[in-house]
């Protein structure tokens, strides 16, 4: 009996040390992913620091973005569609990058110019970044690394990738560089329409 006591004591003191090691040695592992992507500052074309959280509450398209590319095109229905929600709570964000095949090798003036000249662009458009790589903006390896669908996670296959951000500041679909403006339509709608439902029912 006493030697039963003496092994039930000692349980309870491994025990005891257990827990105290796991409440208080217990590496704590902070996360450095943000809480939204639109949780970083980045430059404007104009050289302007732009909080991103400005955005947050809007329905949000980022798109890596080039001069020089075949699929310079989809500017014009990237201002499109742009012009068509802007007065519902959509904007389209460009962040210009020089990584895929050099096709945007122009400075700030440059890639304004041209925008403006050739297709009208309205948007509003950022400094030249890197989206993949050590250098790449922290904006771009957060995005990256998020397990989104229907492009899951990984670095920027080119020019025009599409990341969609809903109004509560996450990302809701990345889409390939061929994907057409055009074709988010649906999806962006139905995410511009969760806050109509969302008022509807306060």
Known sequence: ??????????TAVVAAGSVAFSDEAKPQVKSEMPASPLSYTMKSLDGKDVDLSQYKGK?????????KCGLTGQYAPLQRIHDKYKDQGFVVLGFPCNQFGSQEPGSA???KTFCTKNYGVTFDMFEKI??????????????TALPTKPVGPGKITWNFEKFLIGRDGQVVGRFTPRTEP????????????????GNAAQ
Not at 59 to 67: T, W
């Open 1 to 10: 009996m006493f030697r039963s006591l003496i092994a039930l004591a000692a």
């Open 59 to 67: 329905v949000v398209l980022v798109v890596n973005v080039a001069s």
């Open 109 to 111: 003036d440059d890639i």
């Open 130 to 143: 890197d989206v993949n790589g050590e250098n790449a903006a922290p904006l771009y390896k957060a995005l």
């Open 182 to 197: 055009s074709d988010l339509e649906a999806t962006i709608e139905a995410e511009i329409a969760k806050k109509a439902a």
